[in-house]
């Protein structure tokens, strides 16, 4: 029943890492300040510890609950399997403790947005007999190889023979997918099975949400989200980027604001000094772990196209480096303000893993791009962004060496850099996309209306 005048409390969950807070976070920064919700986000207790979080940021307040290691979080686990069932075993419970918790106050929890690798969050909810939305933060397309593995076995078949738009009852809506462009829990059977299990489970009880959100827009998927609206209801309420370099309709949302790496100032003087759209802005986000033969080709390849370059280079990767790497062209940067970067019009082009944040941010800001991806959603990712998108190109791997080759990635740099026929149409549907972006999360767009719709529910729910 909707009561006049009351602000429903939403309780914004993120499975534990950099890729998965940041959008929750920015989606609770739209309905707290936007839509005039209540907004609680919570945050594992080593996480909270480790950014040294206040209680709150702006128009969001910030919470926490355990994961079962909450003085060291993920590196204190056994294996992946061993941190996710502690996780949902820790977690459950104090989820629980905060709905009971906040139950006598003046304000309690109406509904539980979590992320959807954290579908117990849902049980929890139910039991609670509260609302709960699941969010997605990955691609509608790669959202929708998981549903039809989980219910139907589809997608298995697909991975050693045909392409996925040939192989019987894959419904309309899926690009064309090769088996190497399908995320690697099926392209490389049998890798990382306690991810593959998990990304899986997020359909394992879906049909109980009064709510599902797609980190995506409405344009940028039209075919897909169609198709899988029609048998799993979503609502698009992408991009998840600060408000300042969209419809700039947050008040001063000009970053994320919570950063599990220290940001290297230097990146904006060092760019300053660089003439429009000159530099290669290259990192490959806070996982990749890429071989040191790989390090070196990626060095040398750059190093070939004669451009300017920033590259994040993360603590953990810097001895994986050839020595004298750095010409009087390059710079090295342990972690980079991206957003802040990709913005920059001194850059031209983003090399990237094609994880979806870092996708989906270039999209946003207009930036063409190299797609290198590793594993997951990147492989599909990448193949959005070449075939479908028509904003950059994907590298080739040697078969024989199973690397990247820096031939291989000089060429590809100089294709999106380029101003020839390929690079000016790059950069022509790189403008497009992000006027795409705008659109979509502006007022009246197709996000905005999406948002409309579940605050509305929202509070007849409450």
């Not at 344009?219 to 169609?226: A, I, Q, T, Y």
């Not at 230097?266 to 760019?271: E, F, G, H, I, K």
């Not at 010409?327 to 957003?339: D, F, H, R």
């Not at 946003?364 to 193949?383: E, R, Y």
Request: charged content about 20%.
């Amino acid at each position: 029943m909707e009561h006049k005048g009351y602000r429903a409390h939403v309780l914004a969950l993120p499975y534990p890492s950099q890729g998965h807070i940041n959008p929750l976070l920015q989606f609770s920064k739209r309905l707290a300040s936007s839509k005039g919700l209540n907004v609680t986000l919570v945050n594992t207790i080593f996480i909270a510890n480790s950014l040294n979080l206040p209680k709150s940021t702006g128009s969001v307040q910030f919470d926490t609950i355990s994961d079962g290691y909450d003085d060291g979080g993920f590196a204190l686990a056994e294996s992946i399997a061993a941190y996710l069932s502690r996780l949902e075993a820790v977690g459950s419970k104090s989820l629980a403790e905060i709905i009971t918790r906040q139950k006598a106050t003046p304000n309690p929890i109406d509904c539980i947005i979590y992320d959807s690798f954290l579908p117990w969050a849902l049980d929890i909810a139910k039991q609670f007999g509260i609302a709960a939305a699941a969010f997605f933060t990955q691609p509608c397309t790669v959202n929708y190889t998981y549903y039809l593995e989980h219910h139907h076995g589809l997608m298995s078949s697909s991975t050693t023979t045909s392409p996925i738009s040939s192989v019987k009852n894959i419904p309309r809506g899926l690009h064309i997918l090769e088996p190497q462009d399908m995320p690697s829990f099926f392209s490389v059977p049998g890798s990382y099975p306690a991810y593959f299990e998990m990304v899986l489970n997020q359909f394992s009880n879906t049909d109980k949400a009064d709510f599902i959100f797609v980190n995506t827009f409405y344009k940028l998927e039209e075919e897909v989200v169609d198709s899988m609206s029609q048998i799993c209801p979503l609502l698009t309420i992408g991009p998840t980027i600060p408000s300042t370099y969209l419809d700039n309709r947050i008040e001063d949302d000009k970053d994320y604001g919570l950063h599990l790496f220290k940001i290297d100032s230097a990146c904006t003087y060092w760019l300053n000094t660089k003439p429009a759209g000159s530099v290669v802005y290259v990192s490959f986000g806070s996982m990749a772990n890429l071989s040191a033969k790989q390090m070196t080709e990626v060095a040398l390849g750059l190093k070939a196209t004669n451009f300017h370059f920033l590259w994040v280079v993360r603590d953990s990767e810097v001895a994986k480096l050839p020595e004298k790497l750095v010409a009087e062209k390059g710079l090295l940067v342990k972690w980079s303000p991206q957003l802040e970067v990709l913005s920059h019009e001194a850059v031209g082009c983003f090399f990237t893993h094609g994880g979806w944040n870092s996708t989906i941010e270039a999209l946003s800001l207009g930036v063409p791009m190299v797609a290198m991806p590793q594993w997951t959603d990147q492989p599909t990712n990448s193949k959005l962004v070449e075939d479908l998108w028509k904003v950059g190109v994907r590298v080739k791997v040697d078969e024989k060496s199973e690397l990247v080759g820096r031939e291989e990635i000089e060429i590809c740099i100089r294709k999106v850099m380029g101003e020839g026929e390929m690079g000016i149409e790059m950069k022509r549907n790189a403008k497009k996309w992000r006027e795409l972006a705008i659109e979509a999360v502006s007022e009246g767009g197709t996000s905005d209306k999406n948002i409309d719709e579940f605050v509305s529910k929202l509070q007849f729910l409450s």
